[in-house]
């Protein structure tokens, strides 16, 4: 499960709710979760609207690079 998926649910928020509340696509946000497209290479505005929005740091929501 993705990180972005771990705070949105923990956040109480169905997908298209954090679309409405971020003002990031649903389709987007899908994408990001299903990890058809990496959150970290995300322009920074989209990683601050859906931090602010989940109420958590930039660094939470993007996932961890295993060494």
Request: charged share 20%; glycine share 6%; proline share 0%.
């Amino acid at each position: 499960m993705s990180n972005l998926k771990k705070y949105r649910l923990k956040a109480g928020y169905s997908q298209l709710q954090l679309a409405n509340v971020s003002g990031i696509s649903l389709n987007t946000i899908q994408s990001y979760e299903q990890g058809k497209r990496e959150i970290n290479k995300a322009q920074g505005e989209v990683l601050h609207s859906l931090s602010q929005a989940l109420n958590c740091t930039i660094e939470e929501i993007m996932e961890q690079k295993e060494i």
